[in-house]
Antibody
Framework: QGPLVQSRAEVKKPGASVKVSCQIS????????VYWVRQAIGQGLEWMGW????????GFAQKFQGRVTMTRNTSTMTAYMELSSLRFDDSAVYYC????????????????????WGQGTLVTV | QSVLTQPPSVSGAPGQRVTISCTGS?????????VHWYQHLPGAAPKLLIF???NRPSGVPDRFSGSKSGSSASLAITGLQAGDEGVYYC????????????FGGGTKLTVL
C-alpha cells in the first residue's frame, strides 16, 4: 500500500451519489492540498478539484461545480470526494493525489504537480 | 479538446529516442506556469516523471528529460525500453475559469 490508499470499486445507478475516500499516510495530512482527477474509459486525465485539509477550502473545475463535494476527516487523515446526480458518462477511475503549491516569482512559477497518487477507484454507473 | 495539446501517439524501436510535445497558450505555459509530466502504465496509477519543466523525482532514470520554451514543452525518452510503453501526459495550471489544473490529452507511446 502506498501513501494514498483509496476505497474500493463502486457500482451505482444513474441519479445516485458516490463517495470515494482517500486515506493518507507517510506525511502530515494538513500540509498539502488533496486533488482529485478522473479518467473515463478511453479518455485522458481530467482534473476535478482540490481541497485544503487544514482549512477545508475547496476549488472545483467548472464542469463539476454543483455536483461535487470534497471533505476531510483530520483525525483519520482521510479525504473524501462525493459526486452526485451520477450519469453514465461519470463511469471512470477516480484518483486522489497530493498537490504541491504553486509559487511565482518574476515571470515564472514553480509547483503545481501531483505526487504521489492513490491507486484509483473504479466507479461504474 | 484539451487545453494542452499533445500528439495522440508516438512510437520507436528499443534503444531509440522519442520526443513528446505539449503545446499550451498565454494562459498557462506562456504565462510562466511550469509543466509536469506523468507516465500512466496499464493498470497503474499515474506516476510523476518530470516536475517544474526539467526536474526528475528521485528514482526516475535520466533517460527521461523535459524542456520548456515559451508556450511549448517536450518530454524526451532515450534508450527506449519495452516497459516504457504507456500513455504520457503533460500538466500545468491555467488562469482561465478562476484557475484550473489542466492536462494534455495524453500521448500513447508504442515500443516497436
Amino acid at each position: 500500500q502506498g501513501p494514498l490508499v483509496q476505497s474500493r470499486a463502486e457500482v451505482k445507478k444513474p441519479g445516485a451519489s458516490v463517495k470515494v475516500s482517500c486515506q493518507i499516510s507517510g506525511y502530515t495530512f494538513t500540509n498539502f492540498d488533496v486533488y482529485w482527477v478522473r479518467q473515463a474509459i478511453g479518455q485522458g486525465l481530467e482534473w476535478m478539484g482540490w481541497m485544503n485539509p487544514k482549512s477545508g477550502n475547496t476549488g472545483f473545475a467548472q464542469k463539476f461545480q454543483g455536483r461535487v463535494t470534497m471533505t476531510r476527516n483530520t483525525s483519520t487523515m482521510t479525504a473524501y470526494m462525493e459526486l452526485s446526480s451520477l450519469r453514465f458518462d461519470d463511469s471512470a477511475v477516480y484518483y486522489c493525489a497530493r498537490g504541491i503549491s504553486i509559487s511565482c516569482g518574476g515571470s515564472n512559477c514553480r509547483g503545481g504537480w501531483l505526487d504521489p497518487w492513490g491507486q484509483g477507484t473504479l466507479v461504474t454507473v | 479538446q484539451s487545453v494542452l495539446t499533445q500528439p495522440p501517439s508516438v512510437s520507436g524501436a528499443p534503444g531509440q529516442r522519442v520526443t513528446i510535445s505539449c503545446t499550451g497558450s498565454s494562459s498557462n505555459l506562456g504565462a510562466g506556469y511550469a509543466v509536469h509530466w506523468y507516465q500512466h502504465l496499464p493498470g497503474a496509477a499515474p506516476k510523476l516523471l518530470i516536475f517544474d519543466n526539467t526536474n526528475r523525482p528521485s528514482g526516475v532514470p535520466d533517460r527521461f528529460s523535459g524542456s520548456k520554451s515559451g508556450s511549448s514543452a517536450s518530454l524526451a525518452i532515450t534508450g527506449l525500453q519495452a516497459g516504457d510503453e504507456g500513455v504520457y501526459y503533460c500538466q500545468s495550471y491555467d488562469t482561465r475559469l478562476s484557475g484550473s489544473w489542466v492536462f494534455g490529452g495524453g500521448t500513447k507511446l508504442t515500443v516497436l
